[in-house]
């Protein structure tokens, strides 16, 4: 397995929020959010993630969800699910939680692997995280 770290900062393309009136500060949101990704793994040069996550917040805290897909400089994608946990402290609004591929193309076909992220939002509409993790791009059968 490779090991590979990385960073991004994006910024919110469309967000739907919804009250609930079953507790307090209950609110559910989907979010889309895109930007460009900073690595030293040579396979995600010029790379540009999007994602797309729901949140289920009561009082700023609680579990997020989604799908990735990363668009390569080359046209090669690949994707993948996070799962994780948003904490509003003090004013501020972190999270924190997990990452795994599922698939890709190109030079990205057959990856498998994932990690772990952590960040933040420094204004409503911006998300910066931090990233680590390993991968592993299996052979197709016949390869050399």
């Known amino acids: 397995m490779a090991k590979i770290t990385g960073s991004f900062s994006g910024r ?25 990704q900073t690595t030293s793994d040579p396979l ?11 949140a289920d917040l ?5 579990p997020q969800r989604g ?12 994707w993948g699910t996070f799962e994780g946990k948003i904490t509003t402290s003090g004013g501020q609004t972190t999270m ?16 498998s692997g994932g990690g772990k992220y952590k960040g933040r939002f420094p204004s409503a509409v911006e998300v910066v995280n ?11 059968k016949g390869a050399k």
């Open 96 to 111: 924190a939680g997990t990452y795994k591929w599922m698939g890709g193309t190109g030079k990205l076909k057959g990856i």
């Open 44 to 54: 995600w040069s010029d790379t540009t993630i999007t994602y797309w996550g729901t």
């Open 12 to 36: 919110v393309k469309a967000q739907t929020n919804f009250a609930l009136s079953d507790a307090t500060n209950h609110d559910l949101g989907i979010v889309e959010v895109s930007g460009p």
């Open 58 to 62: 009561v009082a700023g805290n609680g």
């Open 67 to 78: 799908y990735w897909i990363n668009q390569h400089a080359n046209g090669d994608t690949d």
């Open 130 to 140: 931090d990233w680590e993790g390993e991968y592993q791009i299996a052979k197709a």
